[in-house]
């Protein structure tokens, strides 16, 4: 980074120390991975940008934002409609969990068979590492599988402000009814933090500013579907963890800009890998930054990523909210329908996300499926079983892999991933 923004993390409380410790790890890591790909686009260079500037400029902006009066609100999962937030004034940032910091201290607050994302959110908490977390005015945790509604009991005390929401277990009647109760609820807290009542026509500004975001990120997963693949599936994702801190309109028109860059290459017929390279769609737990490691594994074993089923990919940005309503309660109503169809694995059963790994594999046209389940996440690693039953009744590989943040295990994952790259070619 060329600024100098010590003064701004010494300011948000951050512990410099280990702040650094951090930004060096994120720095090299990128570095090794991303600028190490052969024949990206030359559009990922905004991607680049914003990541050199992840902890500097956008902090900057957001806190710029602050002084004028906006609320920051982050959080972990993606049931947190963001069309509310933009319609109160306030901006929804993600916060990331994708690294382990500060374990031996996490260990005081959470079991050690606790899964690594939520470990990683206490790791930033306890570690003061996290601008993102600092700078918020409001932290929302959701009540969604076991490990985390449990976890925010004690993450609530550090933060001193946690919301929490609930959410459904069901995709029933009841079970929606409730997503919109609290969705009107969260709507209330949130007018509160900012002093600013959502009106019909914000909240229709704001779903159609979110919807664009969603239909440039619908539009780069389009892309992917032909052979070459024009981007890499680590490009991919990056784009999509991206989304969840940058200003929307500039990384729609970020995206946009890298798909017309895409649409040359797919009619050159000029791809990251050449045409023939095995195609992996990638299933399961959501990789928050800088969680990288098994994409690319898998892009150096010889394959290329055509898909991500999962919060941070196709399941996060799916469905677009109908914008067309005029009062309240059509709007709301629109909200809730749309977040209600995310096909999270804390919903009993959870038929829809079967059909929607499958119709991805054919669409994407990708030969193996990849379930990434991260160690001791229940929902997902029980679920990875008739996901790969589902698959394998329609000649579609599939392989599961558990794992966590750290590198221990990826020389084993590596040998696993290359046997299941041979299967495919057969
Ligand atoms: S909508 S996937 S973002 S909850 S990996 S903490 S499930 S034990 S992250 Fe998620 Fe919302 Fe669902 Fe998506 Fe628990 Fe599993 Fe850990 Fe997880």
């Not at 829809?352 to 193996?368: K, S």
């Amino acid at each position: 980074m060329g600024t100098d923004y010590t003064a701004m993390w010494k300011d948000l409380g951050l512990n410099l120390e280990s702040h650094d410790a951090l930004l060096g790890v994120l720095g090299n890591a990128y570095k090794d991975i991303f600028l190490t790909q052969k024949n990206r686009p030359e559009g990922m260079g905004y991607f680049d940008f914003v990541m050199s500037e992840v902890h500097g400029l956008r902090i900057k902006e957001l806190l710029d934002e602050k002084a004028q009066g906006r609320k920051i609100i982050g959080s972990y999962c993606v049931f947190v409609p963001e069309e509310i937030a933009l319609a109160a004034n306030a901006t929804l940032v993600g916060l990331c969990s994708g690294a382990d910091f500060a374990m031996e201290e996490v260990e005081r607050y959470l079991p050690r068979n606790t899964c690594a994302l939520i470990k990683s959110a206490f790791g930033f908490k306890l570690g003061q590492v996290c601008p993102y977390l600092e700078s918020a005015d409001m932290i929302v945790g959701e009540n969604t599988c076991d490990g985390k509604k449990k976890a925010y009991e004690s993450l609530g005390p550090l933060t001193g402000n946690l919301y929490v929401m609930d959410l459904p277990q069901t995709k029933s009647d009841r079970g929606k009814d409730l997503l919109r109760h609290e969705y009107d609820r969260f709507k209330t807290a949130v007018e509160a933090l900012t002093g600013v009542a959502v009106t019909p026509e914000s909240l229709k500004e704001a779903i159609k500013t979110v919807n664009a975001k969603r239909e440039a990120l619908h539009r780069l997963s389009l892309l992917r579907k032909t052979d070459p693949a024009p981007i890499s599936g680590l490009d991919a994702l990056l784009a999509n963890q991206v989304s969840f801190y940058d200003n929307p309109a500039r990384f729609t028109a970020s995206v946009h800009t890298i798909c017309d860059e895409l649409e040359k290459r797919i009619a050159g017929k000029q791809g990251v890998a050449p045409e023939k390279t095995p195609r992996i769609l990638l299933s399961g737990c959501p990789m928050a930054v800088p969680n990288w490691k098994l994409p690319w594994i898998i892009e150096t074993s010889g394959a290329v990523i055509v898909g991500e089923e999962s919060c941070v990919g196709e399941r996060g940005a799916r469905n677009l909210t109908d914008g067309s309503g005029t009062t309240m309660d059509e709007l709301m109503d629109a909200i809730a329908d749309r977040y209600f169809k995310v096909d999270c694995a804390i919903f009993t059963p959870n038929g829809d996300r079967l059909g929607h790994i499958t119709d991805m594999a054919e669409t994407y046209q990708a030969d193996g499926v990849i379930h990434y389940g991260l160690q001791f996440c229940q929902p997902y690693i029980m679920e990875s079983i008739p996901v790969e039953k589902a698959l394998e009744d329609r000649n579609i590989p599939c392989l599961r892999i558990e794992t966590d943040y750290g590198m221990e295990d990826a020389g084993q994952i590596k040998t696993r991933v290359e046997a299941f790259i041979e299967r495919i070619i057969g």
